[in-house]
Each structure stands twice: as C-alpha cells, then as structure tokens.
C-alpha cells in the first residue's frame, strides 16, 4: 500500500498562484509516475499533470500547459504542482495519484494505482 496526502489548497484570486504538494509513505520502492487529476462540481474528474519518477519526464493536460508546473523531489517522495496565472475554470478538487509500474498512457485514472484525498482549490474571479 502507498499512501498520499496532499496539501496546499485554498482560496486565491484570478491570477494569483498555489502550490500544491502530495507527499507519499508506504510501499514506496516500486515507483514509475505521479500525476495530478481534479474534478469540478458536476464534472468527471480530469488529467492535469503527470511527471516520472526516474527522468523527470512531464506531461499536461493542454488547459493547464504553460501556467501549471509539476516537479518531484526523489529524496522526500514528494511531488508538487505549481499553479500560476489561476482562473476561476480551474477550482476544483485536487487529487495526486501513484503509479508502481510502466503503462503507455499518463492521462488515465486507470493508469494509477493510489490516490490521495483531495485538496479543494477555489478561484475567485
């Protein structure tokens, strides 16, 4: 078992900037990727980021591309989001999600193994 907990959520203005963290404990030896999801009220839940453990390799989802930044410290286990330029279309709840092993695809939720919590991010406009 891996377990996630995210931090870092809130409330900021358009245009300002979070940075959420999601830190991971457990099974921890068996790593390949983490990726950020959010789900909006009333929406299915969506990819947003993606990077490797080994490699650093990153991926977006084309709405965040540019404004959004995900990185990962191999030492902490940690893995962070750095929000800028936010628009209220971004709140949502934040989720970071662990994968042990190799897949071809990024932007899945099956492509994960573990999940974390949640962390609410609003945008007021």
């Known amino acids: 078992q891996v377990q996630l907990v995210e931090s870092g959520g809130g409330l900021v203005q358009a245009g300002g900037s979070l940075r959420l963290s999601c830190a991971a404990s457990g099974r921890t030896f068996s790593r390949y990727a983490m990726g950020w999801f959010r789900q909006a009220p009333g929406k299915e839940r969506e990819f947003v980021a993606a990077?490797?453990?080994?490699?650093?390799?990153?991926y977006y989802a084309d709405s965040v591309k540019g404004r959004f930044t995900i990185s990962r410290d191999n030492a902490k286990n940690t893995v962070y989001l750095q929000m800028s330029s936010l628009k209220p279309e971004d709140t949502a709840v934040y989720y970071c999600?662990?994968?042990?092993?190799?897949?071809?695809?990024?932007?899945?939720?099956?492509?994960?193994?573990?999940w974390g919590q949640g962390t609410q991010v609003t945008v007021s406009s």
């Open positions: 999600a662990w994968r042990g092993y190799y897949s071809s695809t990024y932007y899945l939720e099956s492509d994960y193994d573990y």
């Open positions: 990077i490797r453990w080994n490699g650093g390799n990153t």
